[in-house]
């Protein structure tokens, strides 16, 4: 990229970073000050998002492509606490779906929120989006435990209070209050990995984490699993997901798409980044990862196809997606571990190249779910349907996103997942006996997830937007404004140049792998993938083709017909007639799925039965089996022992100075001990 833009190098890349998190903050406050002066706010809020955006993804740009790494320290003294960031190979790589993400949804905020019905919500909306995008922003660039820790807490709390946005619903205020739950519990385990490191080093300092790496492996094991606990709650990773799909579903699209596409992202950057500075582990813990991470793909995309709410559904598939990259960090750790690089390589690329991935497709799908809510008013499926018609371009852009999510060629998810595949392939063919089998296993068990994940979005698709429209939200609907439709453009489009030019978007893989496997093969260059100049001209004339047969049916079906859908006898098609988003996925739900994972059904009579049937209400609930079976028994015992201990709370002075008094005698007591 510096060959070919040389005067990017010039740019100063720190100034610029610290430019867009200033512009950020200045996208937090300048709204409140100009609460008053009518749309203004709105307007400063948005520009100031996308411009934050725009100058901090040019400094990724410009380190991702071979610039120097920088770091900026606020003090030039040896302070304890000397806060400071860092841009390198890592961060920037994860930094750019960040701002990619944040401009997109700050675009497509500007048409979506209604600054005309209350201008105070709007501010609030701004105050806490810039907010979140500082500290994503800092989270992945911070070089020391204090930025960090005060970035990652600034990131819970913003994102809370955009779950809980809408705070007149119920459903929002107990999604927020799991998510927050669920939120500082992963920060304890982090919390207890950095006052392990500070015992150790005896500073902040992410460069003196090297002192991990002369722990025993007991002790290295114990930390690992801080870190995966810690950071695979707030990634959303199984069984650890509880908070996602609610806080997904609460929150505005657009803050869904930022939360599910890029915040999550934010805790696997920081297992990565830790995870670095450990000696080498057992094979067996990459083996717990990868089993970790296929079975949470598997559950995902199991529940995703019982929703009946579609963003719900989208957020169930967040959490197979994220049990994809686990699978295949996993798979990175366990094959690095048994001497198998080739296949570690692979795994590798393809776990990284579908953080991206993911980031595109699903901030797509969120911000066109969002666009459905925003035209009809219900996310219902089997309330919606014949969408097409009245949304097309949405209609086509949610196509390109779910084709992309089930790795379908030529887009981007079928280039990471292939490589996942190749890697498994690779370790499969020079392994023998149960090792061998064991990724026959796992091949199998990916590409039944692929399956799903195919059945889950055609579900989602066809319910939504073809056939007719079921009930009047339908009927009603129109197409977004151009500012939410570019906003889902952007992302569609990128999705497509990385399934068409693979080795280009490989090629900014390389950074990220020479910090967190230095010295490993380059994928390209140990197999002979097939994403040569070929590979981009076929699947362009292929494009090329398809979009003109396109063309042509669609100039020839504009001629007027006289022959209509048959419609089994009736004299006309009407809505019931259509399948329901149920009845598509009734035939998984009885065939493949175990009895823990199918769905409640209840029926209810109505009314007297006289000569005829009477009316019954049929309904369909799918209660989470981790939420409902363990985590929910599990923190209602945690809340009975806390109401044990609140008898402590008596309300008197002289009973406090006594508990005081206690503790005075117990700490001497410990300290005469210790001595």
Known sequence: MTEIFPGMIAIPVMKLFLGALIVFLGGALLPIAFCLAGKASHLLGTSCAMLGAVAGMIAAIIVLSGG?????????????????????????????????????????????????????????????????????????????????????????????????????????????????????????????????????????????FTVLGVLSTSGAITIFFCLLIGFGTKAGMFPLHCWLPEAHTAAPSHISALMSGVMIKCALYGFLRFFTFLPVLPPWCGLVVAGIGITGSLYGIAMAIQQTDFKKSLAYSTIENVGIIMFGLGLWLYCGASGQRVGASLALAGALLHVW???????????????????????????????????????????????????????????????????LFQAGLSSSGGQAFLYMVFAVLLALTGGLVLLAMTRIVGMVFCGEPRSDSGAIAHEA?????????????????????????????????????????????????????????????????????????????????????????????????????GGYAQLAQEGIYCACLKPVYTMNIIGRRLLFAAPMIFTLDSPDPVLQSWLTPLFRGCGDIAHFFRRLQAGRLNVYIFYMFLTTVLLLGWSFLLN
Not at 388 to 397: D, E, I, S
């Open 68 to 208: 120097p790494a920088e770091r900026f320290q606020l003090l030039q003294t040896d302070c304890v606490i000397n806060p400071s960031i860092a841009l390198d190979g890592l961060a920037v790589f994860f930094l750019m779906p960040v701002f990619l993400l944040v401009f997109c949804s700050a675009l497509y905020a500007f048409q979506s929120l209604d600054f005309e019905k209350s201008r105070f919500v709007t501010v609030r909306h701004w105050f806490l989006f810039n907010l979140l995008a500082l500290s994503m922003a800092l989270v992945v660039t911070a070089a020391d435990s204090f930025v960090f820790l005060v970035a990652w807490e600034l990131m819970s709390l913003s994102s809370f209070f955009l779950v809980v946005f809408d705070l007149d619903s119920e459903q929002a205020r107990r999604a927020g209050w799991i998510y927050l739950s669920a939120t500082h519990l992963g920060t304890a385990f982090i919390f207890g990995f950095f006052l392990v490191e500070y015992n150790l080093a005896g500073t902040f300092d992410f460069a003196s």
């Open 357 to 423: 991935n993911h980031a595109l497709f699903k901030g797509l799908l969120f911000l066109g779910a969002g666009s459905v809510y925003h035209a009809s008013g219900t996310r219902i499926i089997s309330r919606l349907g014949g969408l097409l018609r009245p949304m097309p371009f949405t209609g086509g852009l949610m196509l390109t996103g779910a084709a992309a999510i089930s790795a379908l060629p030529p887009l981007n998810g079928f280039i990471s997942e292939l490589l996942i595949y190749l890697g």
């Open 481 to 581: 404004g151009w500012p939410m439709l570019a906003a889902m453009l952007i992302p569609a489009l990128l999705c497509l140049a990385i399934g068409v030019f693979p080795l280009a978007a490989m090629g900014f893989l390389a950074q990220p792998l020479m910090i967190l496997a230095p010295g490993s093969p380059n994928p390209a260059a140990v197999m002979p993938l097939p994403f040569g100049p070929a590979w981009s001209l076929g699947v362009l004339s292929a494009i090329v083709a398809v979009a003109g047969i396109l063309a042509l049916r669609y100039k020839v079906r504009r001629k007027p017909r006289n022959i209509g859908t048959w419609a089994c006898g009736f004299w006309k098609t009407v809505p019931k007639m259509a399948y329901t988003a």
